[in-house]
């Protein structure tokens, strides 16, 4: 599916940038503003901004369509909009499940989405909450199986496992303080930032146990890996920094200062850029700059 390889490396001027989502095709990007109702779409071959379109609302999370033809993007109103990727401006109201702490993922034909300590199932051809189910204290992070056969998500004290045929949720145990959480399907293993241990724990799911600690050293915004599994990127306040983790080792291999209030950062789907976010720009790496 990915007929386009991401190319681009430096800086786009973008003021609020927040959250990045990639075409599946890897063509382009939607950029989040964190500060105004409007997204901004990158060319990922050549970093250009392509065009910036106005939302009803400030947009929070989104994801796209398996084969890229819609954006499904939530909004800080609580509402979830469809977006038709070939007329942009064309806002569809699909769904309003809580008016904050919302976060779409994409699991076949449906998304999940988490709204006040409750996970959703949304059917989107009727734009209806297909089943819910009650989980306490559930975080925004989600993540899905390789078989698409559970999701998982963290609270502040366990790791969440949803059986999606039986529709049950079982928790493991975790350190108080987990906030994000970063799945790798290749080896069955999650990684959660904590706030309170300023680090990273690394839960092997086979086990249901926590097989490693990555000390941080600060409150990690957002974290990230390559989709082979080879890189965490976890983007900490303090420093303003992004900290390089070799998953192999468990240990942090580089912090790059990115300077201002760092957002979000995300990898692009072949693996090959890192994109990372501040109030101010969106900055781009090489994966392979690590490489040994």
């Given at each position: 599916?990915?007929?386009?390889?991401?190319?681009?490396?430096?800086?786009?001027?973008?003021?609020?940038?927040?959250?990045?989502?990639?075409?599946?095709?890897?063509?382009?990007?939607?950029?989040?503003?964190?500060?105004?109702?409007?997204?901004?779409?990158?060319?990922?071959?050549?970093?250009?901004?392509?065009?910036?379109?106005?939302?009803?609302?400030?947009?929070?999370?989104?994801?796209?369509?398996?084969?890229?033809?819609?954006?499904?993007?939530?909004?800080?109103?609580?509402?979830?909009?469809?977006?038709?990727?070939?007329?942009?401006?064309?806002?569809?109201?699909?769904?309003?499940?809580?008016?904050?702490?919302?976060?779409?993922?994409?699991?076949?034909?449906?998304?999940?989405?988490?709204?006040?300590?409750?996970?959703?199932?949304?059917?989107?051809?009727?734009?209806?909450?297909?089943?819910?189910?009650?989980?306490?204290?559930?975080?925004?992070?989600?993540?899905?199986?390789?078989?698409?056969?559970?999701?998982?998500?963290?609270?502040?004290?366990?790791?969440?496992?949803?059986?999606?045929?039986?529709?049950?949720?079982?928790?493991?145990?975790?350190?108080?303080?987990?906030?994000?959480?970063?799945?790798?399907?290749?080896?069955?293993?999650?990684?959660?930032?904590?706030?309170?241990?300023?680090?990273?724990?690394?839960?092997?799911?086979?086990?249901?146990?926590?097989?490693?600690?990555?000390?941080?050293?600060?409150?990690?915004?957002?974290?990230?890996?390559?989709?082979?599994?080879?890189?965490?990127?976890?983007?900490?306040?303090?420093?303003?920094?992004?900290?390089?983790?070799?998953?192999?080792?468990?240990?942090?291999?580089?912090?790059?200062?990115?300077?201002?209030?760092?957002?979000?950062?995300a990898v692009t789907l072949d693996g090959s850029r890192v994109y990372v976010t501040n109030e101010m720009f969106v900055r781009v790496f090489r994966v392979d700059r690590w490489a040994a």
């Amino acid at each position: 599916m990915l007929s386009v390889k991401s190319g681009f490396e430096g800086e786009i001027s973008l003021v609020g940038a927040g959250k990045v989502i990639f075409h599946p095709y890897g063509e382009y990007a939607f950029v989040f503003n964190y500060g105004a109702p409007e997204f901004s779409v990158i060319d990922t071959v050549t970093g250009r901004i392509i065009r910036t379109e106005r939302c009803p609302s400030r947009a929070l999370y989104g994801v796209f369509s398996q084969d890229g033809l819609f954006a499904y993007l939530n909004l800080e109103t609580g509402q979830t909009r469809e977006v038709n990727t070939h007329v942009l401006s064309s806002f569809q109201r699909i769904y309003a499940p809580a008016p904050s702490g919302v976060l779409l993922t994409k699991n076949g034909p449906r998304p999940y989405m988490t709204a006040l300590n409750t996970l959703y199932e949304v059917d989107l051809s009727g734009g209806r909450i297909v089943r819910s189910l009650a989980v306490n204290g559930i975080r925004d992070s989600l993540a899905v199986s390789a078989a698409r056969h559970e999701i998982y998500a963290v609270t502040d004290r366990s790791f969440v496992i949803v059986n999606l045929s039986q529709w049950t949720v079982k928790s493991v145990a975790i350190a108080e303080g987990a906030s994000l959480m970063a799945f790798y399907p290749g080896r069955a293993l999650a990684y959660i930032s904590n706030t309170q241990l300023k680090g990273v724990q690394v839960l092997d799911l086979a086990g249901e146990r926590i097989v490693a600690f990555i000390p941080i050293g600060g409150d990690i915004v957002d974290i990230a890996l390559t989709p082979n599994g080879v890189y965490a990127f976890a983007l900490v306040n303090e420093g303003a920094e992004m900290c390089v983790i070799d998953t192999a080792g468990f240990k942090v291999v580089d912090r790059v200062f990115i300077g201002g209030g760092v957002r979000n950062v995300a990898v692009t789907l072949d693996g090959s850029r890192v994109y990372v976010t501040n109030e101010m720009f969106v900055r781009v790496f090489r994966v392979d700059r690590w490489a040994a």
